[in-house]
């Protein structure tokens, strides 16, 4: 807006109500426009009343921080101090989702982000929390550690697609599975293991 047209607008303005607005500007040039019957007593009490909510908003706000980090912090030691067994080779037909274990305090946390439900919670919100679970345990252990869904996923979608590398490394790159090559020296360890010994 040109200057011309705020001192415009400003003049209309002052002629339409008069001496009942106070019209100055703020440190930055900005119009500040008050009522004239607004006492100096209301203004000041207005604004201890909004700093002392804007206070309590900035100490609410480090605190949520404060915990979060703690919370995340507490989850990522629980994930990383969990010992899976893990067999070599993997044998798919073995795998069983739900009795991967993880961290109670992951599973609480993704329960109660899920749902205000969680006493009750649906087989929807119990399939998603194992499914959500095991890929976090993926993520933090950067693979290491594969849980029955990394594997079974990749597994299923080599199966569907007929071998297929592509989809096989997208799902790997985003997390939700084991890679190609780790599916293929899966096979030829158990395609090793059925040979018969000499």
Same mark, same amino acid.
């Given at each position: 807006?040109?200057?011309? @047209?705020?001192?415009?607008?400003?003049?209309?303005?002052?002629?339409?109500?008069?001496?009942?607005?106070?019209?100055?500007?703020?440190?930055?040039?900005? $119009?500040?426009?008050?009522?004239? &019957?607004?006492?100096?007593?209301?203004?000041? +009490?207005? #604004?201890?009343?909004? +700093?002392?909510?804007?206070?309590?908003? !900035?100490?609410?706000?480090?605190?949520?921080?404060?915990?979060?980090?703690?919370?995340?912090?507490?989850?990522?030691?629980?994930?990383?101090?969990? !010992?899976?067994?893990?067999?070599?080779?993997?044998?798919?037909?073995?795998?069983?989702?739900?009795?991967?274990?993880?961290?109670?305090? $992951?599973?609480?946390?993704?329960? &109660?982000?899920?749902?205000?439900?969680?006493? #009750?919670?649906?087989?929807?919100?119990? &399939?998603?929390?194992?499914?959500?679970?095991?890929?976090?345990?993926?993520?933090?252990?950067?693979? +290491?550690?594969?849980?029955?869904? *990394?594997? $079974?996923?990749?597994?299923?979608?080599?199966?569907?697609?007929? &071998?297929?590398?592509?989809?096989? *490394?997208?799902? #790997?790159?985003?997390?939700?599975?084991?890679?190609?090559?780790?599916?293929?020296? #899966?096979? @030829?360890?158990?395609?090793?293991?059925?040979?018969?010994?000499?």
């Amino acid at each position: 807006m040109s200057e011309t @047209t705020r001192k415009h607008i400003r003049r209309k303005i002052e002629a339409e109500f008069g001496s009942i607005l106070l019209i100055f500007p703020d440190d930055k040039g900005k $119009l500040i426009v008050v009522p004239d &019957n607004l006492s100096v007593e209301d203004i000041v +009490k207005i #604004n201890l009343a909004m +700093k002392k909510e804007l206070d309590i908003l !900035k100490d609410h706000s480090s605190d949520i921080d404060k915990i979060i980090d703690q919370s995340s912090t507490y989850i990522r030691k629980s994930i990383l101090d969990m !010992k899976w067994k893990s067999s070599w080779p993997i044998h798919p037909s073995d795998v069983d989702i739900r009795s991967f274990p993880v961290p109670e305090s $992951l599973k609480r946390l993704l329960m &109660n982000v899920l749902t205000a439900d969680v006493s #009750n919670p649906s087989q929807r919100i119990v &399939n998603l929390v194992c499914s959500f679970s095991q890929d976090i345990v993926y993520a933090v252990t950067c693979g +290491k550690t594969k849980p029955p869904k *990394q594997v $079974l996923l990749s597994y299923g979608v080599k199966t569907l697609t007929g &071998n297929v590398v592509e989809p096989l *490394q997208m799902l #790997n790159r985003f997390g939700h599975g084991i890679s190609y090559h780790q599916i293929e020296e #899966n096979d @030829t360890a158990l395609c090793i293991e059925k040979l018969p010994v000499i």
